[in-house]
């Protein structure tokens, strides 16, 4: 069982996500967007974290800079998870750190799961 932190700021999906994740026998937190997310993250420690790039107040590459920039989060895999396809984006999302870069439309819900817990069976290896 891992905690695992959502930030989107589609209620809808963080809900569905959050709703798989725990069928899956996980703690799932949502923020619903960036800057809410790093508050969160200053409080609690999670497992890892699944974030969209685009969103209000903070976006997701920020949001993913300052995971990395902190000692305290810099080790959380993050998986990005988004409709960006830019290739700009993808590059500097992996540039900086993240887990896996995933387009919601070529994932349903149930593989975005078993790429999740494949990340953090990676993580403790």
Known sequence: MAKILIIEDD??????????????????????DGEVGLE???????????LD??????????VL???????ETALVPVVILTNS???KVIKAAMAMGAARYLLKSDHD???????VED?????KS
């Not at 969160?40 to 699944?50: E, F, G, K, N």
């Not at 819900?109 to 790429?115: S, T």
Request: proline share 5%; aromatic share 4%; no cysteine.
């Open 11 to 32: 209620p809808v999906i963080s809900r569905m996500y959050q709703r798989v994740l725990k069928l899956s026998s996980h703690v799932a937190e949502i923020a619903e």
């Open 40 to 50: 969160m993250v200053r409080a609690v420690t999670y497992d890892l974290i699944v």
């Open 53 to 62: 790039i685009m969103m209000p107040k903070v976006n997701g590459l920020d």
């Open 65 to 71: 800079k300052q995971l990395k920039a902190h000692q």
């Open 85 to 87: 396809v830019s290739d």
């Open 109 to 115: 819900p149930m593989e975005v799961v078993e790429i």
């Open 119 to 123: 990340v953090l069976r990676s993580k």
